[in-house]
């Protein structure tokens, strides 16, 4: 059976469907889709005329550099409705997961045929296919979504053919095969007996919703990640300290006011955002939160081109949030301007107004981010806990490799790993180095290549598909160097790569 990677406008389509059955508004499903396909197709020349064809947008290459910006993160983590969905437990996760794979690996077709697009696929895929969402890695194997354990595979042996058909300039590549899929032969019209009237259907019952994850799932969730010891161990305490307010509330008994909002000080690549995603399920579970949900943003989704509408900008942002908990990256980048200056006042109202159903988390470098709490008396006094995330060793980030390739459905061997290592001890360890962001983008990289190694082989064995071999891994260019932004702080990721793995790491 000859398999081709559908149309992304079809792709976004069969999206906008799932997510009406799911309950999901269609726009905000449709950009979710739009900006995981832009970036997973960014690398590809030309690829923003196709996307803006696709999506039936005005051609702008500016417009769709946005989008690939916003939807970096969702190349290693569910996206916002995909995670709400799984800490929800709901019965249409699995479809909605795969119908963002399938967004996925349509957009590698936009653009010119590019290796590094079917790694950015298979990674983005496999983030919103697993049941962990794409979060900090575990030490364990992923556990798939139910019924799409596969999908990865077939997903890439179609665009293995999608290549081989740009290659050979033709559409006949019968040699080409895919799992088949069990379908109802017809009978012969001539030798099959009249069938009877089928009684009319019956309209399928709907699945119960499961009950969202408790405290325990979640902080064993947590207890699962590389690394992070210092940061396991406060969160927990933070889980006991807020379980105890609230059960002295429900005795009647007075409680401290207890300020949940935090800031996290790290380097990319250490997990912030994929904590964060944990906090608000755990902060849900407690009934400190409505819903649950994760919203990440930085600062070009905050700040407007005009003094007034950063304002709205933000509180739109913020109200978004409410319910969940509102993750803003490289926060320190706020500092030093009028603009930025009018969407922290914002938030610290937005912070004030909405007090008990939301929680904000503020994320970046150390130094920085003091300066960013000092702009403003009200800041200081509502993020009273940080916590610290460390950078990987070599050992960690070898193992967050594993359960990266692993996630994507991949198998490597000695060989490879020590592949990895021999990279890992080259690579200079400054401020450009993204720890799991720098393993993921070796990853993405190395499935480019896997799949450049079969595009002539006409029908890959199932052993072939899965296995990376040493000469995938290439050492992989650092970040752009540090460069001093319009408020005088230093941002060595502006306009960057966005986070590390699909497994264990984040956009922070």
Not at 60 to 79: C, I, K, L, N, Q
Not at 423 to 447: D, H, M, S
Request: hydrophobic fraction near 40%.
């Amino acid at each position: 059976m000859t398999s081709s990677t559908k149309s992304l406008s079809d792709a976004l389509a069969a999206l906008a469907e799932a997510a009406a059955t799911a309950g999901i508004d269609a726009d905000t499903a449709r950009a979710e889709g739009e900006a995981l396909a832009a970036t997973v197709a960014e690398a590809a020349k030309g690829a923003f005329v196709d996307w803006s064809a696709q999506t039936g947008r005005p051609a702008s290459a500016d417009a769709f550099m946005d989008a690939a910006s916003r939807g970096r993160r969702y190349r290693v983590a569910p996206t916002p409705t995909m995670g709400q969905l799984q800490l929800t437990r709901s019965a249409h996760a699995p479809s909605y997961a795969q119908a963002l794979a399938d967004v996925a690996f349509a957009a590698t077709s936009l653009g010119e045929e590019n290796p590094r697009t079917v790694g950015n696929a298979a990674g983005a895929a496999a983030a919103q296919l697993g049941e962990s969402g794409g979060g900090p890695a575990p030490v364990i194997e992923r556990q798939p979504v139910p019924d799409v354990g596969d999908e990865i595979t077939r997903s890439l042996l179609s665009q293995l053919g999608t290549i081989q058909q740009k290659l050979a300039g033709s559409l006949d590549l019968s040699g080409l095969q895919t799992p088949e899929v069990p379908t109802q032969t017809t009978p012969d019209p001539v030798q099959a007996a009249p069938a009877e009237p089928a009684p009319p259907a019956e309209e399928p019952e709907p699945e119960p919703e499961e009950d969202p994850k408790t405290v325990e799932e979640l902080l064993a969730e947590l207890d699962e990640l590389v690394g992070l010891a210092d940061v396991k161990a406060e969160i927990h305490r933070q889980a006991a300290v807020l379980r105890v307010e609230g059960l002295r509330q429900q005795a009647g008994l007075k409680a401290p006011t207890i300020t949940r909002h935090m800031i996290f000080n790290g380097n990319p690549g250490t997990g912030k955002t994929t904590v964060a995603r944990l906090v608000a399920g755990i902060y849900r579970a407690l009934g400190l939160l409505s819903k649950g949900q994760l919203v990440e943003v930085d600062r070009s989704e905050l700040v407007a081109g005009y003094l007034g509408q950063t304002a709205m900008k933000t509180a739109e942002v913020v109200k978004s949030a409410e319910g969940g908990v509102l993750f803003i990256d490289e926060a320190y980048s706020l500092a030093g301007d009028q603009y930025g200056q009018e969407a922290v006042d914002t938030l610290v109202k937005e912070m004030e107004d909405k007090r008990d159903d939301l929680v904000v988390i503020v994320a970046g470098y150390p130094q920085p981010m003091e300066v960013f709490v000092a702009q403003n008396p009200g800041l200081a006094s509502r993020f009273r806990t940080t916590i610290d995330f460390a950078d990987y060793t070599d050992d960690e980030l070898a193992d967050i490799f594993g359960v990266m390739t692993r996630s994507a459905e991949y198998d490597v061997d000695d060989a490879v790993l020590a592949r990895l290592a021999e990279i890992l001890a080259l690579v200079q360890r400054g401020p450009t180095f993204g720890n799991a962001r720098y393993v993921r983008n070796l990853l993405e990289a190395a499935i480019g290549r896997h799949a450049w190694r079969l595009r002539e082989i006409e029908q890959p064995t199932l052993e072939q598909l899965r296995t990376l071999v040493a000469d995938d891994l290439e050492v992989e260019p650092l970040d752009p160097p540090v460069q001093p932004t319009d408020a005088g702080v230093v941002d060595p990721f502006d306009g960057g790569e966005e986070t590390g793995s699909p497994e264990q790491e984040e956009t922070a």
